[in-house]
């Protein structure tokens, strides 16, 4: 399944370097393209898989790669239990 993403869509577009330790964000907040970039001293950015060309992230996974955190290694909480009606 393709879904065509284009720069006025909302959508962040994240690119690493080779050596993983550089991150580079676009987005369009509606009056001009911002950028914004990260290097780490030491370590490297865990990339999620790539499938079919892109990935989808939460806010949560995108904060996790932002922060250079092994999303690998983090476990999501349990999801809240929905209350039942008497």
Avoid: N
């Amino acid at each position: 399944m393709c879904h065509a993403t284009y720069p006025y869509s909302g959508h962040l577009f994240l690119f690493r370097s080779k050596r993983a330790d550089y991150l580079k964000c676009l987005y369009w907040d509606g009056s001009g393209l911002c950028l914004f970039a990260k290097r780490l001293e030491t370590g490297k950015f865990v990339w999620p898989p790539i499938v079919d060309g892109g990935m989808v992230l939460t806010p949560a996974q995108l904060g996790l790669l932002v922060e250079a955190m092994d999303w690998r290694r983090t476990v999501a909480p349990e999801a809240p239990r929905r209350p039942v009606a008497v």
